[in-house]
């Protein structure tokens, strides 16, 4: 057993750890899913489809085991250079994984396009398959047992469990199955570790989010976010980001009139931030056009800190 993190942890004989790739379509409930593991919110959530564009490793440890939670993109087979960027990231998310949880919204199952993306995504796959009916507390409970009943039918996956992840409904319930899917094994990271990302990331999305509730219409999709500076002082931190878009019109509604909008965003990401970090925030923003942004994926792949 790996005694090199100094910790009992993962010491135990039967401890177990490993790999759980989290997929499923745009808006099914991916990132606030995996959140739901943690205190700290770590991943960020919208009502809006496609906020998650990278991968992230979450990991959730226990005396019993240490689960990492791999964080996708919701599967969409348009795209250009980004969309390519996403659907890679997810693939890399299912390679060596030792099981798969694939959420389905229960208030929108859209079994086709759920069938189609399974199909791709798994096709190479050998790890065992949870289908994750989430948002339960969206469907009256009479219509329940049918929806299940015809999830199982068509997918047949290893187990099917119903969760509400906002609610934390029956959250136990699927620890204890992901617990059981995983291999014997010992600690992969440190047990203190939440997230595989560095801060500039954990920021920059920090500071999307915000986008993806202020700005109306196609913006936050045409926005991307560039952390350039973090200095950390002892309980405070300075952060200088530049938030890129794609035209003018866009950087103008991203600013707002008199600058409303982007300082309800500054101020917003600020207590995010501080929530997470518990310490004490400057944050400054900067809105950029960048025409390109979604095509270069160089960029794409630094602002992913892809490790
Ligand atoms: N009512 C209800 N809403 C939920 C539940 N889980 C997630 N949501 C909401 O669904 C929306 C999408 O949640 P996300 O976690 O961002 O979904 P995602 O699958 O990560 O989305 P992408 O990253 O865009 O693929 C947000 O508004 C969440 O609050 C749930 O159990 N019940
Ligand atoms: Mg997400």
């Not at 100094?6 to 409930?29: C, Y």
């Not at 919204?105 to 949870?130: F, H, I, M, N, T």
């Not at 801060?199 to 219409?217: M, N, P, S, T, W």
């Not at 004490?280 to 390109?292: F, T």
């Amino acid at each position: 057993m790996n005694s090199s993190f100094g910790s009992e942890i993962g010491e135990r004989p039967g401890f177990r750890s490993g790999f759980i790739a989290v997929l499923g379509l745009p808006n099914s409930g991916k990132s606030t899913l995996i959140n739901a593991f943690f205190d700290r919110q770590p991943l960020i959530v919208s009502a809006k489809p496609q906020t998650s564009r990278f991968q992230v490793r979450c990991i959730s440890t226990t005396d019993e085991r240490q689960a990492i939670l791999v964080d996708t993109p919701g599967w969409h087979a348009e795209g250009r250079t980004l969309g390519k960027f996403m659907r890679r990231e997810i693939a890399r998310s299912v390679e060596g994984t030792d099981a798969t949880l694939f959420v389905v919204d229960a208030a929108r199952p859209q079994v086709e396009r759920v069938r189609y993306a399974w199909g791709v995504l798994l096709k190479d796959s050998e790890a065992p398959v949870v289908l994750v009916l989430n948002k339960i507390d969206l469907v009256g409970r009479g219509k329940l047992p049918e929806l299940l009943d015809k999830l199982c039918k068509i997918f047949e996956p290893k187990e099917i469990v119903p969760v509400s992840a906002l609610k934390k409904e029956n959250l136990l319930e699927l620890d204890r199955v992901v617990t059981s899917l995983l291999p014997e094994g010992p600690l992969l990271y440190p047990p203190d570790t939440q997230i595989d990302k560095p801060d500039e990331f954990l920021f920059g999305e920090f500071i999307r989010e915000q986008v993806y509730r202020v700005a109306r219409e196609e913006v936050p999709f045409s926005c991307a976010v560039h952390v350039e500076t973090v200095e950390q002082g002892e309980a405070s931190v300075r952060i200088e980001a530049e938030l890129l878009v794609e035209r003018d019109s866009q950087k103008a509604i991203l600013i707002g009139a008199a600058g409303q909008n982007i300082s309800k965003i500054r101020t917003l990401a600020r207590d995010r931030i501080r929530r997470f970090t518990g310490g004490k925030v400057q944050l400054e923003l900067r809105v950029k056009v960048h025409a390109r942004w979604a095509s270069d994926e160089k960029l794409l792949e630094r602002m992913g800190h892809s490790v």
